[in-house]
């Protein structure tokens, strides 16, 4: 009876040294892959990471921007509506205080000018306020009953140079010359970097030091008194 057997294909012997030459030597086009992946992740990284600290550095920019803005326009209206009060200035301190919270700081907080203003909106000179943030400013009669505030300057001016008892809120005027009062309130807020983007950019102004001064001024026609 005859048996059937499978025999395996012939194949030539294969020498121990080609063997480990073929496990231990990797492809060259794998190779040349693996480096330019690197170099690419070199050259990106630094860009994506500047754009990245750029956007969130700009949001907390343009947020200060607006909240001084904004706090200038309340305090603009505040003192339109305090009008020759004796406290109008505290009124107008402490909105600012409470307009400028988190997540900015009223520490940074540089000045603050309460002004009489012409029909352009300009300052009129000799007729302002100027407020340093230190103190602090007693405001008897009023809550809270001191500011974070030093008295108006120049220091020759007990009460500064546009005091508010002397104001005009009357709507016939208060002279012949002197119609009632369009009253500004400037801000002025030192913005501080939140990321390490000020060692990039210290070629624009005040980066350098770390800072930016924002300002913002608003005027509003005092409401009349009949």
């Not at 339109?80 to 406290?87: K, P």
């Not at 001016?157 to 709507?171: M, N």
């Not at 939140?194 to 300002?215: H, M, Q, R």
Request: net charge positive.
């Amino acid at each position: 009876m005859l048996t059937r057997v499978r025999l395996a294909p012939h194949r030539p012997p294969v020498s121990a040294v080609a063997r480990r030459r073929h496990l231990v030597v990797p492809r060259p086009d794998r190779a040349r892959g693996r480096g330019q992946t690197l170099v690419e992740f070199a050259l990106v990284f630094p860009i994506f990471v500047m754009l990245l600290l750029s956007v969130v550095e700009f949001a907390f920019l343009f947020e200060a921007t607006l909240a001084t803005n904004f706090a200038s326009r309340n305090a603009a209206l505040m003192a339109a509506e305090a009008g020759a009060n004796t406290l109008a200035d505290c009124a107008i301190l402490a909105q600012i205080e409470k307009d400028l919270g988190a997540p900015n700081s009223q520490a940074n907080i540089q000045s603050v000018t309460i002004y009489r203003a012409d029909r352009a909106g300009n300052a009129i000179s000799g007729e302002q306020n100027v407020y340093a943030r230190g103190g602090p400013m007693t405001c008897t009669g009023f809550t809270p009953s001191t500011v974070p505030y030093g008295p108006p300057s120049p220091a020759t001016y007990p009460v500064g140079e546009y005091p508010t008892g002397g104001r005009c809120d009357v709507l016939a005027g208060c002279t012949t010359t002197r119609p009632i009062d369009s009253i500004g309130v400037k801000i002025v807020y030192r913005y501080r970097f939140v990321t390490p983007l000020k060692n990039l950019v210290g070629w624009l102004p005040g980066a350098s030091a770390g800072y930016f001064d924002v300002t913002w001024s608003n005027v509003l026609r005092m409401e009349p008194v009949l």
